[in-house]
């Protein structure tokens, strides 16, 4: 069985909440398996046979939109996408040391050239952006308060479903599943 990373959109945020023992229990009602989660943000991980990634997404979305009665969009990575997300070297370290914050958006497909531009766009003297594969990383070079970047205006701008974490909840989830990745 291959195992599986959820992000979920739309848990514990905006007046939604939901207990983690509520979404795992959701979760195995779906016939998935050795399920946990990480941190109350809508992390899950899980265990199935299914391969196809896109149609989990869809799976887990219809379910939970089911089960709470609204959308909550899915973005599934492998475990192995996971650790080369948190690995991947989007601004240099210096930019990073004094950033006041970076997040890693997670998205259901990657950008063309024409939404790149556009997220490039929204580039500001506090609010940098790269783009690998299926992620965006951002940083903000103040508080984040300061920003006027949000998921809500990523959304907005590149007409897609997103939804963001901080780089040190992708990279302690990628260093806790570490020596599971193997398995």
């Not at 887990?60 to 192995?80: C, H, K, M």
């Amino acid at each position: 069985m291959s195992r599986y990373i959820a992000f979920l959109r739309a848990i514990n945020v905006g007046g939604h909440t939901v207990k983690m023992e509520y979404l795992r229990q959701l979760f195995e009602s779906f016939g998935f398996s050795e399920v946990e989660t990480f941190i109350a943000s809508g992390n899950v991980i899980f265990r199935t046979t299914a391969k196809n990634t896109v149609a989990l997404e869809s799976k887990i979305a219809s379910g939970l939109q089911n089960a709470l009665g609204y959308e909550v969009a899915a973005f599934i990575r492998t475990d192995a996408e996971l650790a080369q997300i948190a690995a991947y070297k989007a601004f240099r370290q210096s930019e990073l040391d004094t950033a006041g914050a970076f997040n890693i958006a997670f998205l259901a497909r990657q950008l063309d050239h024409r939404a790149k531009q556009k997220l490039m766009a929204l580039t500001t003297d506090i609010d940098g952006f790269a783009t690998h594969e299926r992620e965006i990383y951002w940083l903000c070079r103040k508080k984040q308060s300061e920003s006027t970047f949000s998921n809500a205006v990523l959304e907005k701008t590149l007409g897609v479903k997103a939804t963001i974490r901080g780089a040190n909840t992708v990279t302690k989830m990628a260093a806790k599943y570490a020596l599971q990745f193997a398995t």
